[in-house]
């Protein structure tokens, strides 16, 4: 049975200045957990957020933080961001030189490990880390910013690595990452998503509850409500 559908705004999209009200707002706004992208302008051309402001985000509120890290070598930030209360830590898999300790390091520190496949990264990487793993993070763009058009090979990639999830029998969320907004979550989470990380789509928008409830109305006609 599919998990119930989770909507993670991406903080890259909010208003860095009152950070601390943005996330406030959207979790208010129906949230479920706040995504949050660390860049460090060597893995990816941008330069976002450590540590420090994820205790600060952890230490404010009850909500899951799920942290994206878009950095190399991913390993060596696992820690610092497990301190940091992080509940889920997702890394690039060409980010990690051994993946699979990379996955048993989070796990190890309480936390649940997440892989990321960036748009060209091919399946085959799956296949003998499963086991290993809490999530797996479907890159519908390529990572390093916000507001970038979706990937529609996204779609097809989604509906394989769902199959993989359930033909297996595996407890494991499906994130989906990069333009994702009201007119194509439907799409998204028919083809197999889960968690829904949206940035410039609810950070964009005058009132963060509308494009929250117009989102978990679009999960609904989609996917049905997987409680009842
Ligand atoms: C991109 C980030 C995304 C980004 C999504 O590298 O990982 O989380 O914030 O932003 P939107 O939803 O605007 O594409
Ligand atoms: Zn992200």
């Known amino acids: ?37 660390v860049m460090d302008n060597h893995y990816v051309p941008n330069l976002t957020v450590g540590p420090q402001i994820c205790r600060a985000v952890t230490s404010r509120i009850s909500a899951p933080v799920d942290v994206h890290l878009m950095t190399e070598p991913a390993e060596s930030l696992v820690p610092a961001f497990a ?46 880390i499963m086991d290993r793993l809490d999530m797996i993070l479907i890159m519908s763009v390529n990572p390093g910013f916000g507001g970038q058009q979706f990937i529609p090979e996204a779609l097809n990639k989604l509906t394989r690595v769902r199959r993989m999830i359930d033909e297996g029998g595996y407890p494991i969320r499906l994130e989906v990452d990069g333009g994702v907004k009201i007119q194509n979550i439907g799409a998204i989470a028919a083809a197999g998503a889960d968690t829904f990380v949206a940035g410039s789509a609810i950070f964009g928008a005058p009132s963060y509850g509308e494009v929250i409830s117009a989102m978990r109305s679009e999960l609904e006609k989609s996917v049905g409500c997987p409680e009842n």
Do not use: Y
């Open 83 to 128: 301190e940091a209360g992080a509940a889920w830590i997702s890394f690039h898999f060409e980010a990690s030189r051994h993946p699979d300790r990379t996955l048993q390091l989070i796990r190890s520190l309480g936390v649940k490990a997440g892989i990321a496949l960036n748009p060209a990264t091919p399946l085959g990487c799956l296949e003998h």
């Open 1 to 37: 049975m599919r998990s119930t559908s989770l909507i993670a705004p991406s903080i890259l999209s909010a208003d860095f200045c009152r950070l601390g009200e943005e996330v406030d707002s959207v979790l208010a706004a129906g949230a479920d957990m706040i995504h949050f992208d």
